[in-house]
């Protein structure tokens, strides 16, 4: 997933929450994200958040907050992210001692990954596995 400048990613999933606080200690806690940067409002919205796995990053922020990327956002359905990991076994034991609801177990697929599948609390679909498709990036 790497970029064109120096292993920066070129695409960035970004989630509006209703509880981004809540989303952000999910995919940390459950999911294994870190945190690179939260940004809040006066009121504690979350503005703007990064949060980061491997090579990759996801961005949230609050619902309701304002502005344009808000309001096109406003009836968006719940979005579906790939995230590749090593291990998965691992991983999904991770999110199952965290309450993630699970999906789908770790299946082997026919191409040769490695996946599970879980919901997160609003309803986002975050499938983690071994495969790791190459970008010719």
Avoid: C
Avoid at 22 to 30: D, F, N, S, V, Y
Avoid at 31 to 45: H, I, K, R
Avoid at 86 to 108: K, L, N, S, W
Avoid at 109 to 123: C, I, K, P, V
Wanted: proline residues 4%.
């Amino acid at each position: 997933m790497a970029g064109l400048d120096g292993g920066r990613p070129s695409i960035y999933p970004t989630l509006l929450y209703a509880d981004a606080k809540a989303a952000i200690r999910q995919l940390t806690e459950a999911f294994g994200f870190t945190e690179a940067s939260v940004y809040e409002g006066e009121d504690g919205t979350v503005m703007h958040a990064e949060l980061v796995q491997g090579h990759g990053a996801v961005m949230l922020g609050s619902k309701g907050r304002g502005g344009a990327f808000d309001t096109a956002m406003k009836d968006a359905g719940p979005a579906g992210v790939y995230v590749v990991v090593d291990d998965i076994d691992a991983h999904h034991q991770r999110a199952v001692d965290h309450g993630a609801e699970i999906v789908m177990p770790p299946t082997d697929q026919d191409y040769g990954s490695r996946d599970y599948m879980a919901r997160d609390l609003e309803g986002n679909i975050w499938s983690f596995g071994t495969y790791a498709p190459e970008t010719g990036a």
